[in-house]
């Protein structure tokens, strides 16, 4: 028997995507358990059995059909001193106008069409300032003929890793999901400002460090350890495989948005993020003020709508909000992004 006979098969919806169970084993590791090493695909083949050119090349298989869309780190933007908006737009027909719009703009990372009766559009963009995200948002309003718009400024963020858990079927949550509201940037921590960018999507090989340690004049293992240092410090976050869910058979997500009950704000979000489903949890402010009730934000991810309603329901009873409503993905409208 093979190692491939030997491992657990995942989800029937993941593995009729195409994914079997070698790919689910690399891929779990390669979320879960990303060694901070030189070497980490090397070592997570070592931990299977399997030799280093063989996950090597499964690894760029799946990034070819889509399923795998990087390996490294997400670079926090608040550490590049810029400032995020969920900007959710009253579209209706004229939605692909704002596909359009965005589909080149590097500082747009989510596009989604969304099943919310008034807004349809929703899109995470980040500019410089508060004031740069209304005029863009007002704009964009304007020339894609929008009803009606509603921008939700991040009061705290408490959680972001976006983890496909493949045996389960529904997303979980890794083990580096805390967020800095206040990072440094890596010029403070006395690191070259090109080198998160630069271990943001790292080569899919045995080395995959090397090109970064030749970039900035540095040895492999200097990268790696002011890597751990900036994960360390919050400037970078969640490392590993980043998967696109859709393609692995995770054809519905949700974004879970609650109106806190009478123990507050803070307490529904902190509580939200200790579900380990929850990807990303963001206690908003609206723009117009009061313009959106439902401050408590969550993401969840899974193969069907049945294990959403699952979380739901788990956050309805341990978050205890005075409302909460699940709004559906529709379309991605700007499939791809690297996050």
Request: net charge positive; with cysteine.
């Amino acid at each position: 028997m093979g190692v491939q006979g030997q491992l657990p098969r995942p989800h029937p919806k993941v593995e009729a995507a195409g994914v079997d169970p070698l790919d689910a084993a690399l891929l779990m590791e390669l979320q879960y358990n990303f060694p901070l090493t030189p070497n980490p695909i090397g070592d997570v083949a070592e931990r299977l059995g399997i030799p280093g050119e063989e996950a090597v090349s499964r690894l760029k298989a799946l990034a070819k059909r889509g399923v795998l869309k990087r390996i490294g780190f997400y670079y926090n933007y608040r550490a590049q001193r810029k400032v995020a908006v969920l900007a959710a737009f009253a579209a209706g027909d004229n939605y692909k106008l704002l596909a359009e719009r965005y589909k080149h703009d590097p500082d747009v990372t989510h596009n989604y069409l969304r099943n919310h009766p008034v807004y349809n559009v929703w899109i995470v963009i980040k500019r410089r300032s508060r004031e740069e995200l209304l005029e863009e948002i007002r704009r964009a309003a304007e020339e894609s003929g929008s009803k009606a718009w509603v921008a939700l400024f991040s009061k705290k963020t408490y959680k972001l890793s976006v983890k496909y858990d493949l045996y389960e079927g529904v997303s979980r949550s890794g083990r580096y999901w805390r967020v800095a509201e206040k990072p440094p940037t890596p010029e403070d921590l006395g690191v070259d400002p090109l080198l998160p960018k630069l271990v943001r999507v790292l080569p899919i090989s045995l080395d995959p460090y090397r090109n970064a340690a030749e970039r900035l004049g540095l040895t492999v293992e200097e990268v790696v350890d002011q890597a751990r240092l900036l994960l360390d410090k919050g400037v970078l976050m969640d490392p590993g495989a980043a998967l696109d869910g859709h393609k692995a058979g995770f054809t519905e997500n949700a974004m879970v948005v609650m109106e806190p009950g009478d123990e507050g704000e803070e307490e529904a979000c902190r509580r939200a993020a200790e579900l380990p489903y929850s990807t990303h949890v963001v206690l908003r402010e609206s723009y117009p003020p009061g313009a959106w009730r439902h401050v408590c934000y969550f993401m969840t991810h899974a193969v069907d709508k049945d294990k959403i309603s699952m979380v739901v329901e788990e956050a309805r009873r341990r978050c205890k909000p005075r409302d909460v409503m699940a709004i559906f993905s529709l379309a991605d409208l700007k499939p791809g992004a690297v996050r």
